[in-house]
């Protein structure tokens, strides 16, 4: 496959894109990627890569890291990429939903529960007519056996998707991305919240507070017990280590330029 360009935000890649250009690349290298994975990346995914080594690994071991949060491309466009944009995972799923008719793109469903995976299909059906849904798995909450794990895969396998969206939340989904791939016939995308957002259980925020770098803002409104303290505490700490990781890049250039 081709080179793909990315910013290196806090030693995590974040590919440097847009949705168009994305869309192209799936579209173009769509055979390649299969056995693969795509991190669709954010604020809270950035910073858990750089305090854990393992999750980082993940993280630039798929095939793409798509900058899912405002402040990823917003950053990318600061430190030299004037092109940078975000691709959100629900933007990303309703794009390729449109044209999968026509693609004759295969769709599976992993994550959440059978309640959400109903309300999804109910969706799939009514708004996106010819989208072919190859399968659908609620996984239960625990661990799954490794006889069950090669049951699942061996499901998966014989829908024959071209896709597989995993929805099981970060970094649960990025984790089994990684320890399945090589092991699954389509390319697989963890789109965390997406499940939700697409069966209608949560709403996205107003475009305006999107362009704003606020759907966060919009996302712990309606959730403030179980989110304010991840993203009070993320979105400090991002800023925190951007900061640091600024001045010890100066710290190390200056070491140099004095050297010579």
Request: some cysteine; hydrophobic content about 40%; overall charge positive.
């Given at each position: 496959m081709?080179?793909?360009?990315y ?40 910073v ?9 690994t ?7 890291a798509?900058?899912d ?7 990318s466009?600061?430190v ?10 629900p ?15 295969r ?9 959400t995976?109903?309300d ?16 659908m798995?609620?996984?239960?909450f625990?661990p799954l056996t ?7 895969t ?14 099981l ?5 990025e ?31 107003p ?8 759907e ?7 959730d ?5 303290k ?8 991002f800023?925190?280590?951007?900061f ?15 050297k010579?």
């Amino acid at each position: 496959m081709a080179e793909l360009q990315y910013c290196k935000i806090l030693k995590t890649k974040i590919n440097v894109t847009n949705m168009t250009d994305t869309l192209a690349y799936i579209g173009a290298h769509i055979d390649a990627l299969r056995g693969q994975y795509i991190c669709v990346s954010n604020v809270h995914t950035t910073v858990m890569s750089y305090e854990k080594k393992d999750y980082r690994t993940i993280q630039n071991s798929a095939a793409m890291a798509l900058p899912d949060g405002a402040p990823l491309s917003g950053y990318s466009r600061i430190v030299g990429f004037p092109d940078a944009e975000r691709v959100t995972g629900p933007d990303l799923m309703t794009q390729l939903f449109k044209i999968s008719a026509q693609k004759g793109y295969r769709h599976f469903f992993y994550g959440a529960t059978q309640e959400t995976l109903d309300d999804i299909k109910a969706v799939l059906q009514k708004d996106y007519p010819g989208l072919e849904v190859a399968g659908m798995y609620a996984p239960p909450f625990r661990p799954l056996t490794p006889e069950e794990d090669g049951q699942v895969t061996t499901l998966i396998n014989s829908a024959k998707p071209d896709f597989i969206w995993v929805g099981l939340g970060a970094p649960k989904q990025e984790e089994w991305m990684y320890a399945h791939r090589g092991k699954l016939c389509a390319v697989a995308v963890g789109v965390g919240a997406g499940f939700d957002y697409l069966a209608g259980h949560i709403k996205r925020a107003p475009r305006f507070m999107q362009r704003l770098c606020l759907e966060w803002l919009y996302r712990l409104l309606q959730d403030p017990r179980r989110l304010w303290k991840r993203y009070v505490t993320t979105n400090a700490k991002f800023v925190w280590y951007l900061f640091k990781e600024r001045r010890r890049t100066k710290k190390g250039s200056k070491a140099k330029r004095d050297k010579v």
